[in-house]
């Protein structure tokens, strides 16, 4: 039970590349999640899925694209990386989102540092 | 708009108590959650509080005061291991997880 995984673990573009963010979870969990994190900053929600095949959007939505086509899968994409993008990504996941109570607890992947040059 | 403060960062003394406090502000109120974070780690759940009152887990204590849009997360028995950053999260009408910037806990020997 591995949890939640994500690939890869670091990488550094430049400024107009792309790229996408895999993260996969085994906890049959409908609810996931991908945050950025920002020195002095508290993790901001990028976008968010509450069952396969939904997508929906944050509080920073712009310049990524998500797919959810697998339940245990959740894909960030940066189409034209830019230099604000550089952050720690988080994905995660939860068995409820909304009145599930203690059930919304959200487990973590280990991150992926992006660094755009 | 909706805010999470909590203060940047704490010393405290192996083997002694610390209270780190969080004060929210959000558009409705659906929980709150702790979370510990070491250093280059993912966040891990530690303490989830709803109704008013303490939640008491171990080594680790959870306070919740809706009134006061108030929690805070006492630690005893200090241990050098619990050196990491202490997230606290609100959730909002939208079940939305605000959270704020984080408390660098540093223990000292």
């Known amino acids: 039970n591995a949890g939640v995984t994500q690939t890869p673990k670091f990488r550094v573009l430049k400024t107009g590349q792309s790229m996408t963010l895999l993260c996969a979870q085994d906890m049959n969990h409908e609810y996931m999640y991908w945050y950025r994190q920002d020195p002095g900053m508290g993790l901001r929600l990028i976008h968010y899925s509450v069952g396969e095949g939904t997508t929906a959007k944050g509080e920073v939505p712009d310049g990524y694209n998500v797919s959810r086509l697998k339940k245990q899968n959740f894909l960030l994409g940066l189409e034209s990386a830019a230099p604000s993008q550089t952050s720690v990504y988080f994905c995660?996941?939860?068995?409820?989102?909304?009145?599930?109570?203690?059930?919304?607890?959200?487990?973590f992947g280990p991150g992926t540092r992006l660094l755009v040059l | 708009g909706q805010n999470i403060d909590q203060p940047t960062e704490m010393t405290a003394t192996e083997g002694a108590i610390v209270q780190i406090n969080c004060t929210y502000q959000?558009?409705?109120?659906?929980?709150l959650f702790w979370y510990q974070q070491h250093a280059g780690e993912a966040p891990t759940f530690l303490s989830y509080?709803?109704l008013d009152g303490l939640e008491e887990k171990g080594r680790f204590s959870s306070f919740l005061s809706r009134s006061k849009g108030y929690s805070y997360l006492l630690l005893k028995e200090l241990q050098m291991k619990d050196s990491a950053s202490y997230l606290c999260?609100?959730?909002?009408?939208?079940?939305?997880?605000?959270w704020g910037a984080g408390t660098k806990l540093i223990i000292k020997p």
């Open positions: 959000t558009s409705g109120f659906n929980g």
């Open positions: 509080n709803v």
């Open positions: 999260a609100a959730k909002d009408s939208n079940y939305q997880l605000i």
């Open positions: 995660a996941s939860s068995s409820a989102g909304a009145s599930g109570g203690a059930l919304e607890t959200q487990y």
